[in-house]
RNA sequence: CGGGGUGUAGCGCAGCUUGGUAGCGCGCCACGUUCGGGACGUGGAGGCCGGGAGUUCAAAUCUCCCCACCCCGACCA
């Protein structure tokens, strides 16, 4: 057989690859530096990247084990285009709510399309061209696809890109059982996926956004680099990302024998800090058995509205005075309404909000401002606040929530904190990121109703089908997988993920016995259904082969060097890439322990 | 879109304050020596100094405008 330039063992003298000696500068996350670095991927656009043959292998391997979950769950895979016209989206809306995320195009003839973000208008429409009975239910179709979406800051390499491959699966349902069944089979199929792949990740409750629908859970691979923010039970199995938490609400507090509210002056309090600072130093204000702090203040901020179709509403939002208002949080409240701050000149238009100094007395449709005014659900009737008086330099001390105020309702905006009482079981929640990896929905009905999808039911009535949506960020999940694995010497794959099963380094003089040595290895090793990289580049030194074995991150590295060079007992060393242990295996038995190793 | 930073050889960077013939390391090419942990010597190739305008006898360097990229925030698989 002998080296054949184009059998099966992909050679590293002849392979499309640069491994890079230096970090390069636009990459920070360990996953973007290591896979440019590793000559697995390169920058081509921003937020666009081009796989070499490393990083494409990986890229197929990811594909390849969401399909074969895909398919094992029973599902059944269809490919839709990703330019397609824009009047399904509009049907839904979507094509406003996405706003300046989706990429418009127009076609010679003035006609507008859009790169597809998502697909659910055209499975719906594709299923209510075909189907037409309850019979033809359940029904769960799913692609893998290229995805674009115009983000303001691509980042992070391949963690937040404009071209990604997605899998997105559609299931359509008649009813709320069927559809909770549709969900629940994606659920388990996505924690075998994930597990498969090697993926650490969590299940935490979520917002669908601007998705729609109800019940919605994200899996996170818990990862600093991650973008999003969950919090997790100490002490039972609760977990949400912080736009979904829910806040226990204590009891209500008697109030009858509370003392009357009194508006203090405060000179200079704009903020919470030198509030605080202020009622502790003043005789007046000062608390008889403790220094009051931030815990004890309601803070009032104002913001605005920006609903889809341009109108603008204010908004006061009422949190305990040490937490901020969480902007992503409030946001998935009004989605797809956008939040943005409350300016100066907004000020001058509302006179009676006075900054800095904003309370309740103004606030809420029923008083002055006519501002809705939205409470965190932890202020009960009973609890007793320091915070504006609405007048410069003035706040009101023992003012009492249901006695003194009431607002229009509760809201579910205040930053979420670590040690907070967590919502199942009262225990306490910690803080962490992680990177979202899929997203699973019960959208409902709002696709079907909006494109006028129905079938009819055994008794010949038009029913409306329920549908859920289900994605899985492949490309994403291949940086995450790199986020998770990597070490201080490079990449570090799963099996299943990586390119390759070995790394054969030829360690010898050029000429030398290794090069043949390393050669019927390879093709055996090949033969018995390894896949096989071989390093048999010529003038490199072995401290380089050996360094980009490391920064590459195949698995199994096997050395063909001096060993072989005992007539008695030649032996090959084989390398653990994740444990860095080695062993010498006589030449003779290497192919069978190799593929031993890689069962 | 707001804030911060960076654009000089394929990659990583110096030079800019104080204007005067474009530099270093790695990589690349040739020859030789090396050959188990990013070897060494000798000799080479490679640059519209992000773009445009201006100031000046003279601009990588000073001024203005623009662009791109990275990071932090506002959006999402």
């Known amino acids: 057989m002998g080296a054949g330039r184009f059998c099966g063992v992909h050679r590293m003298s002849t392979m499309f ?22 000559g697995y991927i390169r920058r081509a656009a921003p937020g666009g990247f081009s796989w070499l043959p490393l990083g494409y292998e990986v890229f197929r391997n990811v594909e390849r084990i969401v399909r074969e979950e895909m398919n094992a769950a029973g599902f059944q895979e269809v490919h839709f285009p990703a330019l397609v016209p824009k009047e ?9 709510e996405y706003g300046p ?12 399309f859009l790169l597809a973000p998502t697909h659910e208008e055209l499975f719906t429409l594709t299923v209510k ?44 349902d008649v009813d709320d059982a069927g559809l909770q069944a549709s969900y629940d089979a994606h659920r388990v199929a996505y924690i075998k996926l994930f597990e498969r792949m090697g993926l650490p990740f969590v299940i935490v409750a979520a917002t669908s956004g601007a998705m729609g629908g109800s019940a919605s859970e994200e899996f996170l691979a818990p990862l600093d680099v991650g973008e999003d923010t969950f919090i ?50 003043d005789p007046d204000t000062r608390h008889p058995e403790r220094d009051w702090t931030a815990e004890d203040t309601l803070k009032n901020v104002v913001v605005k509205l920006k609903h889809p179709d341009g109108t603008v509403e204010p908004l006061a939002v009422g949190v305990e005075g040490h937490r901020d208002v969480d902007m992503k949080r409030l946001e998935a409240q009004f989605a797809p309404a956008e939040v943005v701050p409350f300016s100066d000149e907004d000020f001058a238009q509302h006179t009676t909000l006075k900054k800095g100094y904003i309370g309740p007395g103004v606030l809420g449709s029923e008083n002055a401002s006519g501002i809705r005014y939205l409470l965190d659900p932890r202020i009960v009737d009973g609890t007793t606040w320091i ?29 979420v904190l670590d040690g907070d009482i967590c919502p199942s079981c009262g225990g306490t929640v910690e803080i962490a990121r992680g990177i979202e990896i899929g997203h699973i929905f ?23 089908p329920t549908m859920g949506s289900y994605g899985v960020g492949v490309s994403r999940c291949l940086a995450a997988i790199a986020e998770a694995t990597h070490d201080e010497h490079g990449l570090c794959w799963p099996r299943e993920i990586a390119p390759a099963d070995v790394h054969i380094v030829v360690a010898g003089k050029d000429g030398g016995p290794q090069g043949p040595v390393a050669e019927t290895v390879a093709t055996e090793l090949e033969a018995a259904g390894v896949r096989v990289v071989l390093d048999d580049r010529q003038k490199t030194s072995p401290g380089v082969k050996f360094k980009d074995a490391e920064l590459i991150g195949i698995p199994t590295i096997v050395v063909v060097g001096r060993g072989i060079a005992d007539e008695a007992n030649p032996v090959i060393e084989v390398k ?14 290497l192919v069978d322990h190799i593929v031993a190793r890689c069962r």
């Open 576 to 589: 653990d890439r994740k444990t860095g242990g080695r062993e010498d295996i006589a030449v003779d038995a």
């Open 232 to 281: 997790r039970c100490t002490s039972c199995d609760y977990a949400a990302n912080v736009e979904a938490v829910s806040t226990p609400v204590p009891d209500a507090i008697p109030f009858d024998d509370l003392p009357p509210a009194v508006v203090h002056h405060t000179p200079k309090t704009p903020t919470i800090a030198t509030l605080v600072d202020y009622v502790n130093a």
């Open 442 to 464: 019960q959208l409902g009905r709002k696709y079907a109703e909006a494109l006028g999808l129905t079938v009819r039911d055994e008794n010949d009535q038009p029913i409306t």
């Open 17 to 38: 690859l640069r491994t890079l000696r230096d970090d390069p500068a636009d990459a920070e996350v360990p996953s973007h530096r290591l896979l440019v670095r590793a």
């Open 88 to 96: 399904p989206y509009e049907a839904t809306n979507r094509y406003e």
């Open 387 to 415: 915070t504006g008086a609405d007048e410069y330099d003035h706040h009101v001390l023992q003012l009492v929530a249901g006695r003194d105020f009431t607002a229009d309702g509760t809201i579910e905006a205040a930053e």
């Open 101 to 112: 995320n989706v990429f418009r195009v127009e076609d010679r003839h003035g006609a507008h």
């Open 129 to 172: 061209d075909l189907y037409s009975s309850y019979r033809d239910l359940p029904l769960i179709i799913y692609q893998i696809q290229t995805k674009f979406r115009d983000e303001a800051r691509p980042r992070a390499g391949l963690l937040r890109t404009r071209e990604f491959l997605m899998k997105d699966s559609y299931s359509f």
